[in-house]
């Protein structure tokens, strides 16, 4: 970075945002435009493997160039003691756990609309084309996770707002690592409750980093960790005639065992009822058969049938932009008529207050309250 003094000059340190796995990610703001933000990324403690972790991220971004998909990289400085510090643009909404939590807050929800995971899926897919098919090597993301996906809010967005349709970017390219079929290969070495199948874990390629979009969906859609459950494990693992580790063994946050329990297929299209026998703690959804069929294509084991990038740019991208029209819309359409229908019962208590001498408890008005709020809303917008 050429202009790191003025950097210090002009931001000043707000808040540490999140303690990762390699690194600190801290929030910076300028002085006198209080709306310009700035992420910092230094690594998390004084170790020369973190050093050179980052070094190697911040290389990597500068291999994958810009996207619109991919978070923002400005550049990085090596003059503090604990180098590098790297440079990023903020995300507004922070990573998909949190806009997640705040979206079903602010609109009252208990699950994420379709809509959302369309676009999710969507924004995702054009930076993995742009990583796996935009150079002259494929490169392989090797991390795939909610945490490492970050919202923005789109241009022109209320800042107080949380919008349906955030732009989803990519963020840390530290286990980022280029696929040639002839290489050494590398071994995968991202977070075991999104990794591929074994199989695939000795030499890492493209696929991997679908799959890894797949169990996030999963993830995201019905608020369960993509794995087999621990105490499904400890069956499973019988089956297969193995001692199974305790529950407390497994309840260890970084227990060895992380990397034998398999990421799992949930359909995301089973009636709420059905869900538990999948495994899912705390049902909320149902979603379409439509997105089920394109989530069973990205986490699917077989490699003839997971689809690559590039297959589900040409074909899903305008799928989804379809979706994404129509699901808003009648997103929209239900919360409008959920407005209607409270405020209608708050009018119908107000009349019953005033007109509790009404002597032979007929309906005596016929107001348009009385409407049902499908056909207020179609009258609106006919
Ligand atoms: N540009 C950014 N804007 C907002 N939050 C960010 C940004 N970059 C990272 N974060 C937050 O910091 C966390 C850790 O960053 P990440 O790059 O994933 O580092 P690590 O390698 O430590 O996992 C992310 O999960 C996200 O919550
Ligand atoms: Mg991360």
């Not at 991997?208 to 069956?235: C, H, M, W």
């Not at 003839?304 to 932009?321: M, T």
């Given at each position: ?328 819309a009648k997103f929209e359409c239900s919360q409008a008529a959920k407005e209607l229908s409270l405020s209608r019962t708050a009018w119908k208590v107000r009349r019953e207050g005033k007109d509790s001498?009404c002597?032979d408890g007929s309906e005596e008005y016929d107001s348009p309250s009385t409407m049902t709020p499908r056909e207020v809303l179609f009258t609106k917008f006919t």
């Open positions: 970075m050429s202009n790191i003094h003025l950097f210090y000059q002009s931001y000043s340190f707000e808040k540490i945002i999140q303690k990762g796995g390699e690194g600190k990610v801290s929030a910076w703001r300028h002085l006198v435009n209080k709306n310009m933000w700035v992420a910092v990324k230094e690594p998390r403690k004084d170790s020369r493997v973190l050093r050179n972790q980052l070094m190697k991220e911040a290389k990597n971004l500068h291999t994958i160039g810009n996207h619109p998909n991919i978070v923002q990289f400005y550049g990085y400085d090596n003059s503090h003691p604990n180098p590098p510090t790297l440079f990023f643009e903020m995300a507004s909404l922070g990573d998909l756990p949190k806009y997640k939590v705040s979206l079903m807050r602010a609109r009252q929800l208990n699950a994420v609309p379709e809509a959302t995971l369309w676009k999710l899926v969507a924004d995702m897919v054009k930076a993995l084309h742009w990583m796996h098919n935009g150079h002259s090597v494929p490169y392989v993301h090797g991390d795939i996770k909610p945490s490492n996906i970050l919202a923005v809010s789109p241009p022109g967005t209320n800042p107080s707002d949380i919008p349906l349709l955030p732009t989803f970017k990519l963020c840390d390219f530290t286990h980022m690592v280029p696929y040639r079929e002839d290489g050494p290969g590398t071994p995968f070495y991202g977070t075991p409750e999104y990794a591929p199948p074994h199989v695939e874990r000795r030499h890492v390629n493209t696929p991997i980093d679908i799959y890894g979009l797949g169990a996030t969906l999963q993830e995201v859609a019905l608020d369960v960790l993509p794995v087999l459950s621990n105490i499904k494990f400890r069956d499973y693992w019988r089956m297969m005639n193995k001692t199974p580790p305790s529950l407390r063994e497994l309840n260890n946050d970084d227990h060895r065992w992380r990397w034998d329990i398999p990421v799992i297929y949930r359909p995301l299209n089973i009636p709420l009822k059905q869900q538990i026998q999948w495994d899912v703690p705390n049902p909320r959804a149902t979603y379409s058969d439509e997105l089920n069929e394109w989530y069973t294509r990205l986490l699917h084991h077989s490699l003839d049938k997971r689809f690559s990038a590039a297959v589900l740019h040409q074909y899903f991208i305008p799928v989804a932009d379809v979706q994404i029209r129509l699901l808003v001498g002597e």
